[in-house]
């Protein structure tokens, strides 16, 4: 059975740093893309970031340049997301996400083969 792990979220003031993790289990991704969302009350999920399997490409939304940093450790079939700089409206649940197998980065959620439950990120003011 295949499953993605998020842990990490919390509560942080304003200019704050956070860590998520994404921790695969059941079959590699070592050649998957591999991203993040996020999805405040209200609102629709919306892509944050991704990066490459074959090249270590990555692609940030707009938002999130230059404050956000995604990363993975194959060997521990584990993804990062660096938050740095949070602001209150980076407050929602973030979700990660798999690929699928040889896929090409993309930030379309349907694109994505496997999600995890997502972990509660709340930044006050």
């Known amino acids: 059975q295949v499953q993605l792990v998020e842990s990490g979220g919390g509560l942080v003031q304003a200019g704050g740093s956070l860590r998520l993790s994404c921790a695969a289990s059941?079959?590699?991704?070592?050649?998957?893309?591999m991203g993040w969302f996020r999805q405040a009350p209200g609102a629709e999920r919306e892509f944050v970031a991704a990066?490459?399997?074959?090249?270590?490409?990555?692609y940030y939304a707009d938002s999130v340049k230059g404050r956000f940093t995604i990363s993975r450790d194959n060997p521990k079939n584990t993804v990062y997301l660096q938050m740095n700089s949070l602001k209150p409206e980076d407050t929602a649940v973030y979700y990660c996400a798999a690929g699928r197998a040889m896929a090409s980065l993309t930030t379309r959620p349907r694109e994505y083969e496997y999600w995890g439950q997502g972990t509660q990120v709340t930044v006050s003011s």
């Open positions: 990066r490459s399997w074959s090249n270590g490409n990555t």
């Open positions: 059941g079959r590699t991704f070592r050649t998957a893309p």
